[in-house]
């Protein structure tokens, strides 16, 4: 059984109707934990056993007669299901800093837009609309939207700010990639939770307004393409990145005046085949 046939959360029915998110260490061991799989719905048996980590798993079949049926998602339906419902607390998150990197002809430069922080999210929309697009989450800082999607092996994000132009001055926009969630502990909730609001791994900008601003001002700060003042510094920069080679070369050379029989072997070795281990 792989980490992946493992349920981490199960969909938890009360007595009133009300359905929530709970993880196996929340509930009763066996069949009695009352929880199905929010992908298809089978009843789910809580396993606490010794050996394996703590997990759900669908419920077995009684007999052969019994339709087998098999859900393939139910590991990242349950675990995207879990974080929405962790959103909806008042909570703080841990944002990473965003590079952007900007193409022009000849040059290539790294932009910082944001530097890493911590932000309280005043209000929360779980899967809601904005702008006519869904979103996994809404949450608000200072009254200014965030819009959070969640990334999966099984779910890529392709969203942009083109998707929201009505609000390029305003809205921010970034994905959280769930995948390298793992059950490692007895804890699932609170690892998921360390995973979606204290670290950084996994997150990634997808736009913020003040890129437009730090693009203008690198745009109007490089001189014209079709300018002498262009060509004359980038040929400039060629020749010191060929200067560069030409030394590389040079010491390459003079080193191997003292190289030994084996060691110009090795060389020779990697030049005809790349790294070649020296033990092989």
Aim: hydrophobic letters at 35%.
């Amino acid at each position: 059984m792989s980490g992946y046939d493992r349920v981490p959360f199960g969909l938890l029915i009360d007595s009133n109707g009300g359905k929530k998110f709970v993880a196996v260490d929340e509930v009763c061991s066996g069949l009695v934990c009352g929880c199905i799989c929010p992908s298809c719905e089978i009843p789910l048996v809580a396993k606490k056993g010794d050996i394996y980590t703590w997990h759900f798993a669908h419920k077995p079949r009684k007999s052969k007669n019994e339709l087998d049926v098999t859900c393939e998602y139910s590991y990242h339906v349950s675990l995207v299901a879990m974080a929405k419902q962790l959103f909806t607390s008042g909570i703080s998150i841990n944002l990473p800093t965003y590079m952007l990197r900007m193409n022009n002809i000849g040059f290539s430069s790294l932009l910082k837009i944001f530097n890493a922080s911590s932000v309280v999210l005043e209000r929360v929309e779980v899967e809601a609309y904005f702008d006519h697009q869904f979103v996994d989450v809404i949450g608000y800082v200072n009254n200014i939207p965030l819009l959070i999607y969640f990334e999966h092996t099984e779910k890529r994000v392709d969203v942009t700010e083109s998707n929201f132009i009505n609000y390029k001055d305003s809205v921010r926009i970034i994905k959280i990639d769930i995948s390298s969630f793992y059950l490692e502990s007895k804890q699932a909730r609170q690892e998921l939770a360390d995973l979606l609001f204290n670290s950084l791994n996994g997150k990634q900008w997808i736009y913020h307004p003040r890129q437009i601003e730090k693009i203008k001002n690198i745009e109007e700060s490089l001189p014209n393409p079709t300018s002498k003042e262009w060509s004359l510094g980038y040929q400039a920069a060629q020749q010191v990145y060929q200067n560069k080679v030409d030394a590389t070369k040079r010491l390459s050379k003079k080193n191997r005046k003292n190289e030994t029989i084996e060691e110009m072997r090795v060389r020779l070795l990697n030049e005809l085949f790349g790294d070649v281990d020296d033990d092989e």
